[in-house]
């Protein structure tokens, strides 16, 4: 693909997420969003009319098939994203697969080792992380001094009792779709890979955890504390070094709070979307200009975390990661 080009991007699943990351990709530089693949051609053809997007397809399939179709966003409940990843990448299309990609590793490993092989560009989508807040966080990192733990926290109160974050056909539940974001965040500060884990879950009526917290070493013997959750409100993420304390109070969504410094409120830049961010990080990529920002590694390393927190929560022991 020249790369004079836009990515064409197919937007597999009209729900909640795909809705938001459409508010401000008109603005996109490198790419456009072209269609849209529901499991039923009334909602595809509903949302194509709202967010202007001519091709409209009754199935996953069928958009797959569509050779207008560079690239596709897959918007869909968690269970779902390593199957239609798969199916995407032996279609030939790039892949913006939504967070979490997998609880299991070797899904991870076998989606990039497919993707490679294809040369295909693969990302997991933690938008967070294509923030100006979150790269003003890391600028300001070292001035807390020697890193000594890491707190964070993600919660909401789940109103409704039919979310599909709450199935656990689907790999629902507190750790999959909040304590991912903690998990990724503990991983960027501390800049490596936990070598033990310990977590704790409190199961709801469905059968998936409502409440999960962790907690992870690293190398160097910094230990960060994990908290997750439906039942209550809660967003943060802490680094606590020798010098002093680092806070971001919506490191996740960045639309509250703002980062302190010991206390004291510090600028964070000029606010902008972090989903179009994302979407244009990962079309630069596609396009031949670097890395995608996420790649393999981190996915590997989220998906290693998460299997091993629910392994501890299930047997009541610490699980060790290291070798
Ligand atoms: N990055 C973020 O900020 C962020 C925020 C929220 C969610 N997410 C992630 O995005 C993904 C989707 O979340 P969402 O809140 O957008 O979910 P959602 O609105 O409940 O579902 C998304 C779409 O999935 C399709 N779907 C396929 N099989 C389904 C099934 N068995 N039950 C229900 N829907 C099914 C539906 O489309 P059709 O039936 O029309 O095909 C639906 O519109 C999740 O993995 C979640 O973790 C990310």
Same mark, same amino acid.
């Given at each position: 693909m020249? !790369?004079?080009?836009?990515?064409?991007?197919g937007?597999?699943?009209?729900g909640s997420i795909?809705s938001r990351?459409l508010q401000?990709?008109?603005?996109?530089?490198?790419?456009?969003?072209?269609a849209v693949?529901?499991?039923s051609?009334?909602?595809? =053809? @509903?949302?194509g009319?709202?967010?202007?997007?001519a091709?409209?397809?009754g199935?996953?399939? +069928? /958009? /797959?098939?569509d050779?207008?179709?560079?690239?596709?966003y897959i918007a869909?409940?968690?269970?779902?994203?390593?199957?239609?990843?798969?199916l995407?990448?032996?279609?030939?299309?790039?892949? /913006?697969?939504e967070?979490?990609?997998s609880r299991?590793?070797?899904?991870?490993v076998?989606a990039f080792d497919?993707?490679?092989?294809a040369?295909?560009?693969l990302m997991? =989508?933690?938008m967070w992380?294509h923030?100006?807040?979150?790269r003003r966080?890391?600028?300001?990192?070292?001035?807390?001094g020697?890193?000594?733990?890491?707190? !964070?926290?993600?919660?909401?109160?789940?109103a409704?009792t039919?979310?599909v974050?709450?199935e656990?056909?689907?790999?629902?539940?507190?750790l999959?779709d909040?304590?991912?974001?903690t998990?990724?965040?503990?991983?960027?500060v501390?800049g *490596? @890979?936990?070598?033990?884990?310990?977590?704790?879950q409190?199961?709801?009526?469905?059968?998936?955890?409502?409440?999960?917290s962790?907690?992870l070493?690293?190398?160097?013997?910094?230990v960060?504390?994990?908290?997750?959750?439906?039942?209550?409100t809660?967003?943060?993420?802490?680094a606590?070094? !020798?010098?002093?304390?680092l806070?971001?109070r919506?490191?996740?969504?960045g639309?509250?709070?703002?980062?302190?410094?010991?206390g004291?409120?510090?600028p964070v830049?000029?606010?902008?979307?972090?989903?179009r961010?994302e979407m @244009?990080?990962?079309?630069?990529?596609?396009?031949?200009?670097g890395?995608?920002?996420?790649?393999? *590694?981190d996915?590997?390393?989220?998906?290693?975390?998460?299997? +091993?927190?629910?392994?501890?929560?299930?047997?009541?022991?610490?699980v060790?990661?290291?070798?």
């Amino acid at each position: 693909m020249p !790369s004079s080009e836009k990515v064409r991007w197919g937007i597999l699943g009209p729900g909640s997420i795909a809705s938001r990351l459409l508010q401000d990709a008109d603005r996109g530089t490198n790419f456009s969003v072209v269609a849209v693949g529901s499991r039923s051609r009334d909602r595809a =053809a @509903e949302f194509g009319s709202r967010f202007g997007i001519a091709r409209v397809h009754g199935s996953y399939e +069928a /958009l /797959l098939a569509d050779p207008a179709v560079d690239a596709v966003y897959i918007a869909l409940p968690n269970s779902l994203h390593h199957p239609m990843t798969m199916l995407a990448l032996a279609a030939g299309k790039h892949v /913006l697969s939504e967070k979490p990609y997998s609880r299991h590793p070797e899904q991870v490993v076998e989606a990039f080792d497919a993707a490679e092989a294809a040369g295909l560009s693969l990302m997991e =989508a933690f938008m967070w992380r294509h923030s100006p807040q979150t790269r003003r966080f890391m600028e300001l990192l070292p001035e807390v001094g020697e890193l000594q733990s890491i707190r !964070s926290t993600f919660g909401f109160v789940m109103a409704s009792t039919s979310d599909v974050r709450l199935e656990p056909g689907l790999d629902g539940g507190a750790l999959m779709d909040l304590g991912c974001y903690t998990i990724s965040g503990s991983r960027m500060v501390a800049g *490596a @890979e936990p070598v033990r884990v310990f977590g704790e879950q409190t199961l709801g009526p469905t059968g998936v955890d409502v409440r999960f917290s962790g907690l992870l070493r690293f190398p160097s013997g910094v230990v960060a504390e994990i908290v997750a959750g439906f039942t209550s409100t809660q967003r943060s993420l802490e680094a606590v070094g !020798s010098k002093g304390t680092l806070v971001s109070r919506d490191p996740w969504q960045g639309e509250l709070g703002g980062i302190e410094l010991n206390g004291r409120a510090e600028p964070v830049g000029v606010p902008d979307d972090a989903y179009r961010l994302e979407m @244009e990080s990962l079309s630069a990529a596609i396009l031949g200009h670097g890395q995608p920002l996420l790649g393999r *590694a981190d996915a590997l390393g989220q998906a290693r975390t998460i299997d +091993a927190l629910f392994r501890s929560a299930a047997s009541g022991n610490p699980v060790s990661l290291a070798g």
